[in-house]
């Protein structure tokens, strides 16, 4: 059986209708870029992260970097986030001439480790950009707790974690700022690029309002440099059809999930290889943005590849499609070498080599997941004799 990792067709479909209508409104109003479809999705899209103020930018990344620019951050300054991240988290961070500084992920949920950070500190940190992974916050009042006592902003980056809630509230703006990403992969997938900033800070979302448009304030009047980070009314439009489908989509996703743990959870586990599955903390949620499992080699395992490649090419082959996020952590890229030594991050490093994510979109079928589940079982169980 087929089963893709995501089959966006599947959930856009149903709302054609409502979709093609959206298109035909926006293509008769003549508006674009910003205007009020961007403004009505931006109040409800700041509702569910809980946040005062909602800014419709272009994409997750063009989100991290406004909300680098309207803190200040640049050239001279440090960021401390996740290496084992997606790369836009880091990638802002240099692209607005700071440096990025690498802390290693907690070995269960791989997130930030919280603990990792204070020695990472200098007198040029600015600012801590938690990533809410796969789909499950960070943890976020110890990281409030050392921003606070050193006086740094806190990041969140949401770009995978929109409606997730961290404690009975809601991620995003829960420190200074926080970034979303509508990429169609996301639980709420746009059907182009698509970002959200969110504060409840009004003078950081009226800097990031103006930087998302060249700084201008007023037409053509510039007092600080932004750039293009501008919404479409387009993707707007669609995303406002999306968006009351959010919950219904996270929660297929979880029920997803949850079969997955049920079903993997007896997956053999041996001298061979070990499959550990995701772990959602108590006191948060998870909206499985990802369901990520970790494909461990245990001392009995004698073939050349990893048992996490050797199980994706076997999905593959019988035409089950999972991915890396991520194989390379961020402090081993080659264009953060010019950074210099960086540490060893053990956590991350060994998870680079071990994640499997799995198909785990809200259409996907319950043979479908049968299926992913069977060709797991089926190699766990050879790979273990
Ligand atoms: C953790 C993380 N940060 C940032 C981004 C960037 O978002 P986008 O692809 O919308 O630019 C993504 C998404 O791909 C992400 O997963």
């Not at 791989?110 to 916050?137: M, S």
């Not at 110890?142 to 961290?166: C, P, T, W």
């Amino acid at each position: 059986m087929r089963v893709p990792l995501l089959d966006a067709r599947r959930q856009n479909q149903p709302l054609e209708g409502e979709l093609s209508a959206a298109f035909e409104r926006v293509l008769r109003s003549g508006q674009f870029i910003l205007g009020p479809e961007v403004e009505q999705f931006e109040t409800a899209a700041a509702a569910v992260a809980g946040a005062r103020f909602g800014i419709g930018v272009s994409s997750g990344t063009d989100a991290i970097l406004v909300a680098l620019m309207a803190l200040g951050i640049g050239p001279g300054d440090e960021v401390i986030c996740p290496s084992f991240t997606f790369f836009a988290t880091a990638g802002c961070v240099a692209r607005v001439g700071a440096t990025p500084v690498f802390v290693d992920s907690c070995a269960e949920c791989l997130n930030l480790d919280a603990g990792g950070i204070e020695r990472r500190i200098t007198a040029r940190t600015k600012a801590i950009v938690p990533v809410h992974l796969f789909g499950q916050p960070a943890d976020l009042d110890e990281i409030l707790e050392i921003a606070r006592r050193h006086h740094l902003a806190v990041i969140e980056d949401a770009a995978q974690s929109f409606g997730a809630e961290y404690r009975g509230r809601p991620v995003g703006a829960i420190g200074e700022i926080g970034t979303v990403s509508f990429f169609p992969t996301k639980n709420l997938g746009a059907l182009g690029d698509a970002g959200l900033v969110v504060t409840n800070d009004a003078m950081l979302a009226e800097k990031v309002r103006r930087l998302r448009n060249h700084g201008m304030h007023p037409k053509y009047m510039h007092e600080m440099v932004g750039g293009n980070f501008r919404l479409d009314a387009l993707q707007a439009a669609l995303l406002a059809v999306k968006l009351p489908h959010l919950a219904g989509y996270t929660a297929r996703r979880q029920r997803n999930a949850a079969e997955y743990t049920r079903a993997l959870a007896g997956a053999a586990s041996g001298d061979a290889m070990a499959i550990a599955l995701p772990v959602t903390h108590a006191d948060r949620t998870h909206i499985a943005n990802q369901y990520t499992i970790r494909v461990r080699r245990g001392p009995a395992w004698r073939h050349r590849e990893s048992p996490r490649d050797a199980l994706r090419n076997r999905l593959a082959e019988r035409g089950i499609a999972a991915e890396i996020y991520y194989p390379v952590p961020l402090h081993r890229q080659e264009c953060f070498r010019e950074l210099g030594p960086q540490p060893t991050l053990p956590v991350a490093e060994e998870a680079a080599g071990e994640v499997l994510s799995l198909p785990v979109f809200p259409e996907l079928t319950a043979e479908e997941a049968a299926a992913v589940v069977a060709e797991i079982l089926e190699f766990a169980s050879e790979a273990n004799g």
